[in-house]
């Protein structure tokens, strides 16, 4: 269940940041992907709660940081970024360090 | 640095810190029967929301008064602290392996965060800053 909640919490995370990082660039289309944003964003927010009931808070907290890993890799293929060097190796950095935290 | 700076840093961070511990804690303490809802109106969890709130709120005021390189370093610390916090208020334990991973996800965040220096330029798409009107990057 834990794996659930934290898969809400990293999903959540990422489409509400894509779609807030798109629909302020982008006039059109704001008016219902900043309100989706928000709702996704309540997603992770609830999902976060929950695995604090279920899981330790040394592991919910960092465990949410994965969502900067997809966040890199989503902004590079959905909203055509470059992706600098330094920016590829810190989603590693931070992939490497949820799945130790998984072990 | 001014003081002021400081000052804000370091309640950026116990704000950070203080409202995931207090979540937490609230969140161990509901009741099975408490569904989602209900859970988070439970007086302590909301005061750790409240905190939170307050966090991101704050972390906005400090990115206006520091450079973003100062800032994001000191939001990552707070994935080791927090991990501290459920140690020594929580009695959690954390093997090696998960103090190490924590480490390597604060080194990862700071180096990501550390690259968003200028969000407006080379890194916008050339089809959005069509679309704003902007002009191309120079």
Known sequence: MKWLYLAGIVGGTVCSDLLQSHGMRQ??????????????????????????????????????????AFDTVLAGFILKERIEFRRWAGAILVAGGVILLAQ | MRLRVWLLTFVVVVANVG????????????????????????PLAMVGIAVLIAWMLLRMRLLGLADLSFVVPVTAVGYVLSALAGVFWLHESVPLRGWIGTVIIMAGATLTGLTEHNPDSENRPVEVLAHSGEDRPR
């Open chain 2, 19 to 42: 409202g995931n511990a207090i979540l937490g804690y609230a969140m161990k303490q509901a009741p099975v029967e408490a569904g989602v809802i209900g859970s988070i109106l439970q």
């Open chain 1, 27 to 68: 006039g059109n289309g704001r008016a219902w992907k900043l309100p989706l944003a928000v709702g996704f964003m309540a997603v992770s927010f609830f999902s976060f709660t929950q695995l604090l009931r279920i899981a330790p808070l040394s592991f919910a907290v960092p465990a949410s940081a994965a969502s900067i």
